[in-house]
């Protein structure tokens, strides 16, 4: 059983300065509802509710944000506008919520063992929020669960890009397993590489399943691309072992970490799920 879901929010989101000047990337909205709202609710909807948020200086509206504003609740009962509060409201009942902050910013790698206090010795999922996901039936974490138990080792998704492209991502190569057309075995993986180096154009997306050997394994991991601790550097000395499966998974993804994203997912969202 995956019960914990770890969300990486400490980061600067420099790429939407100045909007992210004083307010945290993770709570920019796609239509009325922030980023790691989507987050959670995907998490929930694949059975987990326990939450646990490494966050940063000047994150504080995301702790408000799941947490009830008893003032604001007081003003709009028995409106009209009540039912927009619905939502949260349901998460805040199911979830719990857990903080711990990353002091300094040395990478991805870095932020997930930050939060080892909050998960312990136990599988666990990460959810990028700025990595937006949808799909018409299961979500993308419930998908990759159901992989976990089948091979009961990390499970990273995976899509494939445009092959210029593959220097924003964590790139793998694998064969696919059991017959399957979209679980591969990884055999290598390469944080970002050129397109030139780049072993396939199976990239990364912000999914993960991570076994809790993990932590020991980042604990040793230098930096590297970019002189930041790497999760796919970590994943690596798994994938070595056999120990790490990527799965394409089913469904639509956004990178609301680029205005361009952002915009795609804000229209998808505005046609179809309003
Ligand atoms: C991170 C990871 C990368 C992964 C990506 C998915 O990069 O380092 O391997 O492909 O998330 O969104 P970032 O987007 O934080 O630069």
């Given at each position: 059983m995956i019960k914990k879901c770890l969300f990486p929010a400490a980061?600067?989101?420099?790429?939407f300065l100045p909007a992210t000047k004083a307010t945290?990337?993770?709570?920019?909205?796609v239509l009325t509802k922030p980023l790691i709202q989507y987050g959670v609710e995907e998490a929930v909807e694949a059975g987990i509710h326990t939450m646990a948020i490494v966050t940063g200086r000047g994150k504080r509206a995301i702790e408000d944000h799941f947490d009830i504003s008893y003032e604001l609740e007081h003003q709009i009962?028995?409106?009209?506008?009540?039912?927009?509060?619905d939502d949260i409201r349901a998460l805040i009942e199911q979830c719990t919520f857990s903080y711990t902050r990353q002091v300094e910013m040395k990478g991805l790698g870095h932020a997930i063992l930050t939060g080892e206090t909050l998960i312990g010795n136990e599988p666990f999922a990460v959810v990028l929020a700025d990595d937006l996901c949808t799909n018409t039936a299961k979500g993308v974490l419930s998908q990759m669960i159901e992989v976990y138990e089948k091979y009961q080792c990390s499970i990273v998704a995976i899509e494939e890009v445009p092959?210029?492209?593959?220097?924003?991502y964590g790139v793998i190569a694998g064969h696919l397993v059991d017959?399957?057309?979209?679980?591969y075995r990884v055999t290598d993986m390469v944080e970002k590489p050129d397109p030139k180096d780049a072993?396939?154009?199976m990239a990364i997306i912000g999914r993960y399943i991570l076994t809790p050997d993990i932590f020991d394994i980042l604990r040793n991991t230098k930096p590297g691309k970019g002189g930041e601790i790497q999760i796919t550097d970590a994943l690596l000395e798994q994938a070595k072992k056999g120990k790490v499966i990527a799965y394409k998974f089913k469904g639509k993804r956004f990178d609301c970490g680029s205005v361009d994203g952002f915009v795609e997912a804000t229209n998808y969202f505005y046609k179809n799920i309003k």
């Open positions: 980061g600067y989101g420099t790429r945290p990337k993770e709570m920019l909205p009962k028995g409106g009209s506008k009540e039912h927009l509060l092959m210029d492209q593959t220097d924003k017959g399957t057309d979209d679980t072993p396939t154009n």
